[in-house]
């Protein structure tokens, strides 16, 4: 292979063959068969270690007669080879890779598992591979470090290159006697998903992503650092990918074991134990898998893997990787929102997004027994926003084409606007009703998603994401159950920026469903409802509006259509607050 555009070609059988038995293996197959006998063998002494350090706190516990192990904040160091010290909070959770490899061992890309909730049919059964020539290896991992690493910096760019020349250097480079399938799971990964965010890849992200759960056990045989950034390698599969573990379970894995080891907490209290890139990492490690947590309880309104309170950790530098080395920081971190951005500057803005997100969960969301929207704290909510939009870094240009809307103006815009319906979703779906503002300002913003999305993924290399179906699809919902409660709304609105709204959302929807199955049920249903709504428009004393034609209009609407779409959307996965307004359109449009 010359380019990546011909990814899609046959590729060689990644299988070496054995001398005296003739059967074909993968490659590095005894490095792997050793690794495994060796955590086997370990495994039962593991367990022990872990039995005898439960009884240390308990004992002490007694001793001291503190009844509440909660008040202590203390550091327990296992006598595992390979762990990091553990945080111990009100409890402590051990042995905690052996939960992460009871899931990951499902890992296949054979086996279809929700990602955002969404499902595809499961692929052939593929095998692993080599790694591609050289200049495509480095088209893979540019395109993921240009385009995924500036969201999600839980990898050290210097660390993986210099990884990445020790593979796809020399070939003698790759058979010393010193392999470590560390870097080869990290490089199998980090091209995987780059191959995902490129076109024409065929079936090489799934063959790079078996590849590399050859080595994925090693990784996780420790609980350190590096076994919490493979598990979320694996959640950057999932989110670009139509198969894949969980989202859901891989950020709340990956999470737990950051608490575990307590990158929760402020370096004050955990004392300087490693060195300046080693915290670095286990701070940008946190607040990756924080991120996509709350994210991911947002979008399927799902509590919160930890309490925002109870995190007191600072955020990353705000400094390029290449300053952050082993001996110490080599540079300035930016200090002033006037200085130019670094690498990290953007995925800080959106750390402070999420604990955002984690603030309008908890203080609108997350308590059960509130009856009614809390407009005063809704109002302090959307102030805080305003402050973070404006405090946006300036948007710093791409080099080649852009593979992700992340960084761009659009997706500041987007994410603001979804924010503003996070805010505002429980007052305009209240049984009293809301303002005729709060309807206006919650149709604007679904607007502008549907007209944001429409001009950044339509006639442009940037693939789709289970977050990014959710996010539009809301808006859409949003914006039609605008038009059916508010009288207001239905007068002020403008028949060509309705035209344009649900035009916008379903040719969007139905590119997405082109390329994912899961999909369709959300194009289908936004499809009807929208043809629906514009009958009601039509059917208000507005006959002198001509109905767009890339819309099929029926004369009626089928609620068993409905229903059975809502039943779908609902097992792969459905928050709370978009269940109650497919309830309330349903109803709605069938009268």
């Not at 050859?214 to 989110?239: R, V």
């Not at 690498?343 to 308590?367: E, G, K, N, P, Q």
């Not at 997706?411 to 005729?436: E, T």
Request: hydrophobic share 40%; aromatic share 10%.
């Amino acid at each position: 292979m010359s380019n990546i555009l011909m990814f899609n070609a046959p590729l060689m059988a990644c299988l070496v063959e054995d001398p005296a038995t003739k059967r074909h293996q993968p490659r590095n197959y005894l490095d792997t068969l050793e690794d495994r006998v060796a955590l086997l063998e370990g495994a039962q002494l593991f367990s022990n270690e872990d039995t005898n350090q439960s009884a240390i706190p308990n004992h002490k516990e007694d001793e001291d007669g503190v009844s509440d192990l909660a008040s202590k904040v203390g550091v327990l160091t296992l006598n595992a080879a390979g762990a990091e010290p553990h945080y111990l909070g009100s409890s402590s959770a051990f042995a905690f890779s052996r939960i992460v490899n009871s899931s990951l061992r499902q890992v296949v890309p054979g086996n279809p598992t929700a990602g955002f909730g969404l499902t595809e049919e499961p692929s052939s059964m593929l095998s692993p591979c080599l790694l591609p020539d050289y200049d495509s290896c480095l088209t893979l991992s540019n395109a993921y470090f240009q385009n995924l690493h500036p969201q999600y910096p839980f990898l050290h760019e210097p660390t993986f290159r210099c990884w990445e020349r020790g593979l796809i250097g020399p070939s003698e480079a790759t058979e010393t006697p010193n392999f470590d399938p560390i870097p080869s799971f990290f490089v199998n990964m980090v091209y995987a998903i780059g191959s995902l965010l490129l076109s024409n890849s065929g079936s090489l992200p799934q063959q790079l992503y078996i590849s590399a759960q050859l080595y994925i056990n090693h990784l996780l045989s420790f609980d350190n650092l590096e076994a919490i950034q493979a598990i979320l390698c694996c959640a950057m599969y999932s989110l670009r990918s139509p198969t894949g573990p969980s989202i859901w379970k891989l950020s709340g894995l990956a999470l737990r074991q950051c608490t575990e080891l307590g990158y929760h907490r402020n370096t004050k209290r955990l004392g300087p134990t490693v060195t300046p890139l080693e915290r670095e990492m286990q701070k940008r490690t946190f607040w990756c898998a924080y991120g996509i947590d709350c994210a991911v309880a947002i979008t399927l309104g799902r509590p919160l893997g930890i309490p925002l309170k109870e995190v007191d950790t600072e955020f990353p530098m705000d400094i390029d990787d290449s300053y952050i080395t082993a001996a110490g920081i080599c540079g300035r971190p930016r200090s002033s929102s006037s200085e130019p951005p670094t690498s990290m500057s953007v995925a800080i803005h959106v750390f402070r997004l999420r604990c955002f997100w984690a603030r309008v969960h908890t203080s609108l969301y997350s308590d059960t027994t509130h009856c009614s929207p809390d407009h005063a704290r809704t109002q302090e909510l959307h102030a805080e926003l305003e402050n973070w939009l404006a405090s946006a870094p300036p948007i710093t240009p791409r080099v080649g084409d852009a593979l992700s809307i992340f960084g761009s103006r659009d997706w500041f815009d987007l994410n603001y606007n979804f924010s503003i319906l996070l805010l505002y979703r429980g007052q305009i779906i209240d049984s009293k009703g809301a303002a005729d503002s709060v309807f206006m300002t919650c149709l604007q913003s679904c607007a502008n998603i549907c007209h944001g999305y429409r001009r950044q993924y339509i006639g442009r290399p940037v693939n789709y994401t289970w977050g990014a179906i959710h996010f539009l699809f809301m808006a859409g919902l949003t914006y039609l159950h605008c038009l059916w409660t508010s009288p207001a709304i239905r007068e002020a609105v403008r028949h060509d920026d309705l035209s344009s709204t649900c035009t916008d959302c379903t040719i969007v929807l139905a590119v997405m469903a082109e390329k994912w199955k899961g999909a369709a049920p959300y194009r289908d249903i936004f499809d009807a409802l929208a043809s629906r709504t514009m009958t009601m428009m039509v059917d208000k004393n507005h006959d002198q509006w001509m109905l767009p034609t890339t819309l099929a209009l029926s004369d009626g609407l089928d609620p068993a259509d409905l229903i059975q779409w809502m039943a779908d959307i609902t097992d792969m996965g459905m928050s709370d607050g978009m269940d109650r307004l497919l309830t309330g359109l349903i109803g709605d449009s069938s009268q």
